[in-house]
T-cell receptor
Framework: KNEVEQSPQNLTAQEGEFITINCSYS?????LHWLQQHPGGGIVSLFM???GKKKHGRLIATINIQEKHSSLHITASHPRDSAVYIC??????????FGQGTRLTINP | DAGVIQSPRHEVTEMGQEVTLRCKPI?????LFWYRQTMMRGLELLIY????????DSGMPEDRFSAKMPNASFSTLKIQPSEPRDSAVYFC???????????FGQGTRLTVV
C-alpha cells in the first residue's frame, strides 16, 4: 500500500461544477503539499499546510491531521483548471512522498 | 528571480550514451532536489542537497546515476551509461529551508532509444 493515496485517479466534470480531490496518508507528517501539473508543463505548488484550511482564489485545501486526510476543492471549475493534481507529504525530513496524482478534466 | 531553470528541456539519446541534466536553483535557496517522474511510479525523489552537500541519495537507482552540486547556483544529474528504462521526466526543485515550499523547474524530458 502506498504511503499516499489519492482519489479519484481520474475526474471529468462540466464547467462550473464543484470539484473535490482527496488524499489519505499513512505516516505522521509535518506538512502536506498540493501541487498542480499541466500537460507537458512543470509543477506548481498550490498549497502547503499542516493544519486547518487554506484558500487561494477558487481553490481551498483542508487537512485533518487526526484522520490523516486532506482535500482539495475547486469552486466554479473552469477548463483551465484541467491538470494533474498531486498530493505530497513530508515527515521529519525535507523529502516529499507523492501520491499518484488525480487527472482532472473540465469540459466547457 | 526567474525560478528554477533546467536544461535541456528535451533530450533524446541512444542507449549507452552519457546524459547530463542541469539545474540552476533559485538564488538564496539552500536545498536542491532531483526528482524523476514516470507513468508507472509517479514522482520519486532521487537525491537532495543542503548547502551543496548531498544529504540523502537513497533514491538514486544505481551506480549509473550520479549528482553533483559544485556551487550554490548549479547542479548536475548524470546518467552513464543511459538505458531505455531511464526515459522519464526529471525535475529539479529548490527551497529556502527543508520545511519550506519547494519550487520546481520545468523538467527535462529524457528519451533513451
Amino acid at each position: 500500500k502506498n504511503e499516499v493515496e489519492q482519489s479519484p485517479q481520474n475526474l471529468t466534470a462540466q464547467e462550473g461544477e464543484f470539484i473535490t480531490i482527496n488524499c489519505s496518508y499513512s505516516v505522521g507528517i509535518s506538512a502536506l503539499h498540493w501541487l498542480q501539473q499541466h500537460p507537458g508543463g512543470g509543477i506548481v505548488s498550490l498549497f502547503m499546510l499542516s493544519s486547518g484550511k487554506k484558500k487561494h482564489g477558487r481553490l481551498i485545501a483542508t487537512i485533518n491531521i487526526q484522520e490523516k486526510h486532506s482535500s482539495l476543492h475547486i469552486t466554479a471549475s473552469h477548463p483551465r483548471d484541467s491538470a494533474v493534481y498531486i498530493c505530497a507529504v513530508r515527515s521529519n525530513s525535507p523529502k516529499l512522498v507523492f501520491g499518484q496524482g488525480t487527472r482532472l478534466t473540465i469540459n466547457p | 528571480d526567474a525560478g528554477v531553470i533546467q536544461s535541456p528541456r528535451h533530450e533524446v539519446t541512444e542507449m549507452g550514451q552519457e546524459v547530463t541534466l542541469r539545474c540552476k536553483p533559485i538564488s538564496g535557496h539552500d536545498y536542491l532536489f532531483w526528482y524523476r517522474q514516470t507513468m508507472m511510479r509517479g514522482l520519486e525523489l532521487l537525491i537532495y542537497f543542503n548547502n551543496n552537500v548531498p544529504i540523502d541519495d537513497s533514491g538514486m537507482p544505481e551506480d549509473r546515476f550520479s549528482a553533483k552540486m559544485p556551487n550554490a547556483s548549479f547542479s548536475t544529474l548524470k546518467i552513464q551509461p543511459s538505458e531505455p528504462r531511464d526515459s522519464a521526466v526529471y525535475f529539479c526543485a529548490s527551497s529556502s529551508q527543508g520545511n519550506a515550499e519547494a519550487f520546481f523547474g520545468q523538467g527535462t524530458r529524457l528519451t533513451v532509444v
